[in-house]
């Protein structure tokens, strides 16, 4: 029998799908949603409005102690704060995505995310990132590790792309995949990789719903315990 808040920890790379399933499950489940991602734009974002050089570390990681990130709204409407202002827009932007890709493999800097992503799992959440099963909440209720072949994940991405940029192209979006899989898994702080007692779900050629229904048959029975 569970008698502490539920955990539910999603890993995966980039674009395998981690938000919006994280977002479906938390909805059905009545749970907090915590996108940790969007915790390390936040972060790119005070680095960038800062002035700080982001190849700074020492500064980086000083700032990233000190911000405060928290989110507000049910999963379809959430919105992340930074030091209590929405930059829920802002941080979807072109050079912030840039500088969150670089902050975030700062060993300190993930250190500080983690006390603060533990700090909000204690109310219960459904998080998703690429380390929440391995370091954050090694003793979440359930584990799962998304995935998918980088061509589909590309195909994927490139669809969000255009909804801003018409001219975005395939083979750019794809090697942006394969250079964030390769930075994700060889980075020596908290890499990429799914938990021993993950459950791995390939979602290449699967549905949303259908990847969605095998999370839920899990998250059910496991509530049932």
């Known amino acids: 029998m569970i008698t502490r808040p539920l955990i539910i920890a999603i890993d995966g790379p980039s674009a395998s799908g981690k938000s919006t399933l994280g977002r479906m499950l938390a909805r ?132 969000e792309e255009r909804e801003k940029n018409r001219s975005a192209q395939y083979q750019q979006t794809l090697a942006d995949i394969t250079e964030r899989d390769r930075r994700d898994t060889t980075r020596e702080d908290s890499p990429l990789l799914a938990a021993e007692d993950a459950i791995v779900i390939d979602s290449t050629g699967l549905s949303i719903q259908e990847v969605f229904q095998r999370m839920m048959t899990v998250a059910v029975s496991r509530q049932a315990e």
């Not at 700032?63 to 507000?72: C, G, H, Q, S």
């Not at 802002?90 to 500080?112: C, G, K, L, N, Q």
């Open 28 to 159: 059905e489940l009545g749970l907090l949603y915590i996108d940790t991602g969007s915790m390390y734009r936040a972060v790119a974002l005070a680095v960038i409005e800062s002035s700080t050089s982001e190849q700074d570390d020492v500064a980086v990681s000083s700032l990233a102690e000190r911000v405060k990130i928290d989110f507000a709204g049910d999963p379809d409407s959430l919105h992340v704060l930074l030091n209590g202002r929405d930059v829920t827009h802002r941080i979807r932007d072109e050079d912030v995505t840039h500088v969150s890709s670089m902050v975030s493999t700062i060993p300190a800097v993930r250190r500080a995310m983690v006390r603060q992503q533990r700090e909000l799992g204690k109310r219960g959440a459904v998080m998703n990132g690429r380390d929440i099963g391995t370091v954050v909440f090694p003793d979440a209720d359930i584990k799962f590790f998304l995935d998918a072949s980088a061509a589909e994940r590309a195909e994927r991405r490139l669809a």
